[in-house]
């Protein structure tokens, strides 16, 4: 069955960078871009961006731009989200997703990311 | 991007039926048929309801239905239930190869 699969809780302090990662399973890797969506504490759901994992190709939300980076490693069938300069603001739990491509729609388990001096 | 506009809360009685609305623009909502809802309920990853405006998983029950209007789009459940209780988003492809939500709207079944 398909699964994503995030790394575990980080906690950073204030101006640090966070890498999280989502390794997916039971599907083909490269057929299905993987988004990040973000959610702080009592907050809804806010999309980051996307990759394309056949090409490395992304498209960040302008709210991000010059702070995230989104990369994959095919050979692992992982994609990785590295946030820099942390602020209080980006506490939130991070999701990886292959969401917007019909049925074909899953959800990683979600990464707490905790900013706090 | 602004959010799509959703209302914070609906209600409604076991057995009823209720609509959540979704406004956005010509550059997202409406100008393409790319808008999908989503529940959640607390501590849990999003559930995809509707995808690509009207149309349900399988296994979404058939009480949950899409539409849209222009620029806004519509989540309908009928015949509501305990279990319905939780939050509701939507989201839209954008003309900007980007994705947006909606501010969420969380349903309580009184």
Same mark, same amino acid.
């Given at each position: ?6 790394? $575990? ?19 083909? &890797? ?12 009592? @907050?809804?759901?806010?999309?980051? $961006? ?5 090409? $490395?190709?992304?498209?960040?939300? @302008?709210? &991000? ?53 | 991007?602004?959010? +799509? ?9 076991? /057995? ?5 609305? *979704? ?7 409406? /100008? ?10 607390? /501590? ?8 690509? =405006? ?10 949950? !239905?899409? !539409? ?6 519509? +989540?309908?459940?009928?015949? +509501? ?8 988003? *939507?989201? !839209? ?6 994705? =947006?939500?909606?501010? /969420?709207?969380? +349903?309580? =079944?009184?």
């Amino acid at each position: 069955q398909v699964q994503l699969v995030q790394s $575990g809780a980080e906690e950073r302090k204030p101006g640090a960078s966070v890498r999280v990662s989502c390794k997916a399973s039971g599907y083909t &890797f490269r057929d299905y871009y993987i988004h990040w969506v973000r959610q702080a504490p009592g @907050q809804g759901l806010e999309w980051m $961006g996307w990759i394309n994992p056949n090409s $490395g190709g992304t498209k960040y939300a @302008q709210k &991000f731009q010059g702070r995230v980076t989104m990369t994959r490693d095919t050979s692992l069938s992982t994609a990785y989200m590295e946030l820099s300069r942390l602020r209080s603001d980006d506490t939130a739990v991070y999701y990886c997703a292959t969401m917007g491509a019909a049925t074909v729609d899953y959800w990683g388990q979600g990464t707490l990311v905790t900013v706090s001096s | 991007q602004s959010a +799509l506009t959703q209302p914070a809360s609906v209600s409604g009685s076991p /057995g009823q039926s209720i609509t959540i609305s *979704c406004t956005g623009t010509s550059s997202d909502v409406g /100008g393409f048929n790319y808008v999908y809802w989503y529940q959640q309920h607390p /501590g849990k990853a999003p559930k995809l309801m509707i995808y690509e =405006v009207s149309n349900r998983p399988s296994g979404v029950p058939d009480r949950f !239905s899409g !539409s849209k209007s222009g620029n806004t789009a519509s +989540l309908t459940i009928s015949g +509501l239930q305990a279990e319905d209780e939780a939050d509701y988003y *939507c989201s !839209s492809y954008t003309s900007s190869s980007t994705w =947006v939500f909606g501010g /969420g709207t969380k +349903l309580t =079944v009184l």
